[in-house]
């Protein structure tokens, strides 16, 4: 399909839609009510809010003396109502405006507050309340589900672009692997990321190995935080980049679900199932989830399932509990080598290695317990754990293994790959757990309001890796030359006080982390076994301020220590158990800011941030695409600025019609090595790489979207997403060598459009969203050999509601 038939295509649709909404009448309504107490006394002073998650319109008023609130000017549709009051639960409801008709009128009743179940709410985030982010001390921004509904975010990655300051790198094509960099820093593997679910850690070893291999699929989550400031410390070990944490859906108070089916070319196939209630003080929500088809190459599958259960009980007022569980699978034909130069010019889509395959299997599960001592003090505990598997056969694992000898000296040649060659089966066991209790306490010493947390974690993780190589292309056992054991033990203690102030809070905070080190060659000393152990105590510090000097206008600055532990791989010799001397990657990070929303319907946010590296270890892991030790990189400068905006000109207006536009800009001119330094390429050893710009640190990235939407049921939008220019190697190579792994990744900008309708008579939304509409095809990544962009992708699709 050309570019034209594309373009011609997408204009029809938008055309037929809007002819559609149009059909309907153009009459206006209202929505007018009261809200009362459980013994029908009004609720003054109260504040309702009122959304249209298609048009993205949001409306405000407070309750007068009467406990009345009245919208007017409504476009016909579905909104939803939020009532919030002091002391009370909050209640919301569905409502729908119907043409030519009165105003809907709405009897609401608010029960006193279930202190326990919020807490609950707010120990999920990392943000914490709508309030409690005015005084965050640093960059902190959101994701909403109305965003990631509207956009029809295929992975992660088109999800966590909509933020400021993060470069993802795409893989294979599927959004399986996350790469994650922040503000400059390598994106390989998200190792300088701490991941989060509902506050709780995601990885499987963020203290061994915080190489991520597993993501969980992006339609299941209700929104996400991604916090760079200081506020980092709180949780850890990692405290580097910053902090993602995705937040499931809360259970809904009456029994609804939904059915989302979507299907598309390269064989894609998306359907999902969630259901919930609240069944006496218990509150459920289960989501079931199967995504398949083709990544970005030849000889590329992918099938998953994903299935949770989430319940939360009040036990009594001060009491809540939740409950979590999950279970991931993966089944895909997937391999881990990129192209050479000469192959990805004769036919970027290729891939030789159809034998390759990985197989994932993910148990995980929580517990978190609150109980609130008194309005002002509440106790959380998350118990924690997961065990996941993961088998990953490969041929080759970068682009200089044509074959693999390695694996099979005796291959001979690529001419034999498929029929006498053998395999590498690279094979992982993770077991994780933890407890993690933290405490909050809000109170006033002389005349100023204080509110401090305080926590300690016990982390447990075991790893159990072991390779074998198969003499055939298609073995799935072999001869064992790995067999390693990996454990750690951490303890780690954290407390931060919040002064406030009226309008300025300061927040300093201490963290710090002990962690213990195992590693056991199972097969070293003659099949007797070789142990090493080794221990490591760090105190990351960080002080944050932040100061309104009008109402929904924050500035703010902070600096904190940032930390990210050594694998346990890179600080325990495998040969003799020895110590190696390798120091933690330790940071002064610092940043400055505002956040603001100018009025209803304008919303910006910009920092500026500097990062002084004292010790950036080198990447050197398989991923990467070197095989060496690790060593002391040294010290690395980040420097640079980010903007998020928003406008929403039917809140502006407080018209249906609203036409919106969003932007996430980051600008890093400065990403550098520093001090004496030289390139850790094989070869080049006494080459000094001193202000080389570091690899995979564009200066330039961009996401914009633009849209139009209105309550009858239309939305649609496009967006732009570029990425600068990036070296792919601390020498900053512009021509690229024949293995593809070093070398100019050139700019690139990509454009998605989505349009969306919901017919509320059907209790349905229909949608069509293309992925890269000008099927371009470009390089993401040299790192193991070149990997392609992924190509057009055209999906259609409807979300059932009952």
Not at 116 to 129: K, L, P, R
Not at 419 to 448: S, V
Not at 483 to 511: C, D, E, K, Y
Request: charged share 20%; net charge neutral; aromatic share 10%.
């Amino acid at each position: 399909m050309s570019h034209r038939e594309i373009s011609n295509y997408l204009v029809a649709i938008i055309l037929v839609f809007i002819q559609f909404s149009t059909a309907f009448g153009q009459s206006t309504g209202a929505i007018e009510g009261r809200l009362t107490d459980q013994f029908g006394s009004v609720v003054k002073n109260a504040t309702v809010s009122l959304k249209s998650d298609l048009s993205h319109m949001s409306l405000s008023e407070r309750t007068d003396e009467t406990g009345g609130f009245r919208f007017e000017n409504l476009r016909p549709g579905v909104y939803r109502l939020k009532a919030q009051g002091e002391g009370f639960t909050t209640a919301t409801k569905i409502v729908e405006v119907a043409a030519d008709m009165g105003p809907a009128t709405i009897e609401l009743v608010l029960n006193p507050e279930r202190i326990a179940e919020e807490v609950v709410i707010i120990a999920n985030t990392i943000a914490g309340s709508s309030d409690a982010i005015e005084r965050v001390p640093g960059s902190v921004q959101l994701i909403d589900r109305v965003t990631l509904e509207s956009s029809r975010v295929f992975k992660f990655n088109e999800a966590l672009r909509k933020v400021s300051g993060l470069n993802i790198k795409d893989e294979e094509g599927f959004g399986l692997r996350p790469n994650i960099g922040i503000r400059g820093l390598n994106p390989t593997r998200s190792t300088k990321v701490l991941l989060l679910e509902d506050g709780i850690p995601l990885a499987y070893a963020p203290y061994g190995d915080n190489a991520s291999y597993y993501h969980p699929p992006i339609d299941r989550f209700d929104g996400i935080e991604v916090l760079k400031g200081s506020g980092q410390i709180l949780y850890g070990p990692v405290t580097i980049g910053g902090v993602i944490n995705y937040l499931t859906p809360p259970p809904p108070t009456s029994r609804s679900g939904s059915i989302t089916l979507i299907g598309g070319n390269r064989n894609l196939f998306n359907g999902a199932i969630n259901y919930g209630g609240t069944w006496g003080n218990t509150g459920y929500i289960f989501n079931y989830m199967r995504k398949q088809g083709e990544g970005a190459r030849e000889n590329i599958r992918s099938g998953l399932n994903d299935v949770n259960l989430k319940t939360v009980t009040t036990l009594t007022s001060r009491q809540a509990i939740t409950f979590k569980a999950g279970h991931y699978t993966e089944d895909s034909n997937l391999t881990y080598s990129g192209l050479t130069e000469e192959e990805y010019r004769i036919n970027p889509r290729q891939n030789p290695f159809r034998n390759d395959f990985f197989n994932g299997d993910r148990w995980g599960g929580s517990i978190s317990h609150a109980y609130v001592f008194t309005p002002n003090v509440a106790l959380t505990t998350n118990i924690y754990g997961s065990n996941f598997n993961r088998h990953w056969w490969r041929q080759s694992s970068n682009s200089r293994q044509r074959p693999n000898d390695s694996a099979d000296p005796a291959c001979g040649g690529m001419e034999n790959l498929n029929t006498t060659c053998g395999i590498e089966g690279r094979l992982r066991h993770y077991h994780t757990w933890g407890i993690d209790p933290r405490l909050r306490a809000n109170y006033t010493i002389f005349g100023i309001q204080n509110e401090t947390d305080l926590g300690v974690r016990y982390h447990f993780e075991n790893q159990s890796r072991r390779q074998e190589n198969g003499n055939t292309p298609d073995a799935r056992s072999g001869v064992l030359v790995e067999n390693n054991l990996r454990r750690n033990h951490a303890w780690s203690g954290f407390i931060q006080n919040r002064f406030i102030m009226r309008r300025l809070t300061i927040t300093p905070g201490v963290r710090i982390e002990n962690i213990d080190y195992l590693r056991k060659n199972r097969l070293g000393n003659n099949g007797l076994g070789i142990s090493g152990a080794y221990d490591l105590t760090q105190v990351v510090p960080g002080i944050g301020v932040s100061y309104s000097p009008v109402a929904n206008t924050t500035v703010f600055i902070g600096v904190h220590r940032g930390f990210a532990p050594p694998r346990t791989e890179d600080v325990i010799n495998n040969s003799n158990g020895g110590s190696i001397d390798l120091d933690p990657e330790l940071s002064w990070n610092y940043e400055a800011g505002f956040r603001s929303f100018i009025s209803d319907g304008i919303r910006l946010e910009s920092t500026v941030f500097r990062m002084d590296y004292e010790n950036q270890i080198i990447p050197a892991s398989l991923a990467g695409g070197i095989g060496t030790a690790l060593t002391n990189g040294g010290e690395t400068l980040h420097q640079g600025a980010e903007v998020n905006a928003r406008i929403d000109t039917g809140t502006i207006l407080r018209s249906s019609h609203n036409f919106y536009s969003s932007i996430a800009y980051t600008w890093l001119p400065i990403a550098r090595f520093e001090g004496l330094r030289f390139s850790n390429i094989g070869g080049f050893g006494n080459i000094g790489i001193r202000h080389n710009r570091l690899p995979y640190a564009p200066e330039h990235i961009t996401n914009l979207t633009v849209g139009y939407s209105r309550p009858s049921g239309l939305d649609a939008l496009i967006e732009m997403v570029h990425t600068g220019r990036q070296f792919a190697d601390d020498l900053n190579s512009i021509d690229a060598s024949s293995d593809g792994q070093r070398g100019l990744i050139p700019a690139n900008t990509v454009w998605n459009a989505t349009i969306n309708y919901n017919i509320e008579s059907l209790r349905s939304t229909f949608f069509v969203t293309v992925k890269n509409l000008m099927d371009r095809t470009f390089i993401v990544d040299r790192s193991r050999g070149i990997l392609p962009s992924m190509p057009r992708l055209l999906q259609t699709g409807v979300k059932f509601r009952f």
